[in-house]
Nanobody, 126 residues
């Protein structure tokens, strides 16, 4: 698995961004996946997960504003981010759990068996 994120950038509060994640070593195997973010001086935080059963989980801080989805035909994971706030500013990482079919916000952020990409920066400021 090698994950490559794109779509980050700088936006004003209230703006939107869509992050994308591609597995450049796709073998056709499916994984439970998610998005993780890390702000300056902060630990990794699970933002959203989409497990291998199709169950979706969001952090309370992004519920109603972020949407995780996957194009199975193209094997691309997305994170649609609307109504962005300055506190959403962080490096965002795509993550794939190599072992678990059911994941949590905590496991996608911290588990050893999770592969994460290099990240894409999101900055929200006026």
């Amino acid at each position: 698995v090698q994950l490559v994120e794109s779509g980050g950038g700088s936006v004003q509060p209230g703006g939107s961004l869509t992050l994308s994640c591609v597995n450049s070593r796709d073998t056709g195997r499916s994984y439970s996946m998610g998005w993780v973010r890390q702000g300056p001086g902060q630990g990794r935080e699970g933002v959203a997960t989409l497990d291998d059963y199709g169950t979706i989980t969001y952090a309370d801080s992004v519920k109603g504003r972020f949407t995780i989805s996957k194009d199975n035909a193209k094997n691309i994971l997305y994170l649609q981010m609307d109504s962005l706030k300055p506190e959403d500013s962080a490096m965002y990482y795509c993550a794939a759990d190599l072992v678990r079919r059911v994941v949590t916000l905590s496991s996608i952020a911290t588990a050893r068996e999770v592969v994460r990409g290099q990240g894409t920066q999101v900055t929200v400021s006026s």
